[in-house]
């Protein structure tokens, strides 16, 4: 019966119990086979089958798992009577796990139960068809804000931890141990510049694009059902100018007490950081705004004001390009504009929000132009020594 699925039949509550108080395996002598398929069987195609045969999970997972959450191990299980063997399956995160009890499985069985299995969604296919038409289908999308967001807290972490401005004070050379400490030093200083340049140029320009990404966000998730209903006039918003869309996120979407204030300090500073951006997108130079230093020639004479160590003034003029107190004062203004805005949405709402805003995938059900955060921000799965099918010396043919 264990290959003749179109038999299975469900197990009444007493045989349920039954097989919880089955014999225990003794080392070395095992009463049944596991194979967790993650390849040949679709979690999705045995929930459909087993909903169509038997109705809702009933299995002993299915009632000690975390009821109305998705942060759990097992999702849904059966218990299945199959002749005299019992069959107990069910379905993680992505994998099936088919524990047949009575009978070692060899490979070539396991292909047979899956040709077997898949053989029989055929004959069940109107009534798989009816239980796929209760399910939600959601589709996962790239949280673009959540991407940027952590990729600057990268870099605002390296520009935090080197906020400090070094010594630049030549170590002394009048020995041979002095010149090995001023080689460690110029080592040093220049080891930590490339790390500070990398990380506040890359923080300065991703700074204003994570600003525009939390707006977008924010319209995405709040626009009005006119603008779901009609993604032309959806798309022509998210394009219009910064200022703009920020200025009628109030009349656009949903669940806004006000609109955004164009004196408050939290969107002047923000306006600024979006203002300096071109300049710097395009690599723009401005001989007053990029000033690091005066020099005077004669002829090809150099002649600088102040004298200093070639080597270490050319790592500490370095640190105004830097401008890591700028790069970081700018990041901060960003922060205090999303709270500013955030501020401005009903209570309910805003947490939805924020909980999306750390999220790095989006479930978005598109028959409801519905958004929503689908899994926990870890993923779980068991670590144990398992077979698994696509792991099998054996032809699945």
């Known amino acids: 019966m264990i290959f003749m699925p179109e038999k299975w039949e469900k197990p009444t509550p007493d045989e349920m119990l039954s097989y919880l108080d089955r014999p225990t395996a003794t080392k070395g002598k095992p009463t049944g086979s596991i194979l967790v398929f993650r390849k040949h069987l679709s979690p999705l195609a045995v929930y459909k089958y087993l909903v169509a045969r038997f109705g809702p999970p009933y299995g002993f997972q299915t009632f000690a798992k975390k009821q109305g959450d998705s942060d759990n191990l097992i999702h849904w299980d059966y218990l299945i009577k199959a002749g005299s063997n019992m069959l107990w399956i069910q379905g993680g995160n992505r994998d099936v796990h088919v524990h047949v009890a009575g009978k070692i499985m060899k490979p070539k069985d396991w292909v047979q139960f899956a040709n077997a299995l898949k053989g029989d969604f055929a004959r069940r296919g109107s009534e798989m068809a009816e239980a796929a038409a209760t399910l939600e289908k959601w589709t996962l999308v790239s949280n673009r804000f959540a991407m940027i967001a952590d990729a600057c807290a990268g870099f605002y972490d390296v520009l935090t931890d080197e906020a400090d401005e ?132 004669d002829k090809f004479t150099p002649l600088f004001e102040k004298g200093a160590d070639p080597i270490l003034e050319l790592f500490r003029k370095k640190e105004s390009v830097f401008d890591i107190p700028g790069v970081l004062s700018r990041y901060h203004d960003v922060h205090f504009f999303f709270q500013y805005v955030l501020g401005l949405i009903e209570k309910k709402p805003r947490a939805e929000i924020e909980i999306l805003m750390d999220d790095g995938t989006i479930g978005y059900d598109a028959s409801r132009s519905k958004a929503g955060r689908l899994f926990p921000d870890h993923e779980v799965m068991m670590v144990m020594q398992l077979n698994y099918d696509d792991e099998l010396k054996v032809d699945w043919k």
């Open 166 to 297: 070094p010594d630049f004070t030549p170590q002394k050379r009048a020995s041979e141990a002095g010149i090995k400490r001023y080689y460690r030093q110029v080592e040093k200083l220049g080891k930590r510049a490339d790390r500070v340049f990398s990380a506040s140029l890359s923080l300065d320009l991703m700074t204003p694009v994570l600003a525009e990404a939390f707006v977008n966000l924010v319209i995405f998730l709040m626009r009005k059902d006119e603008f779901k209903r009609n993604p032309r006039q959806y798309d022509q918003y998210i394009r219009q100018q910064i200022d703009t869309r920020v200025f009628d996120l109030h009349l656009k979407c949903n669940h806004f007490t006000s609109g955004v204030d164009p004196g408050r300090e939290e969107y002047k500073a923000f306006k600024r950081v979006m203002d300096r951006r071109n300049h710097h997108l395009h690599g723009n130079i401005d001989p007053v705004k990029d000033e690091i230093e005066t020099v005077y020639f």
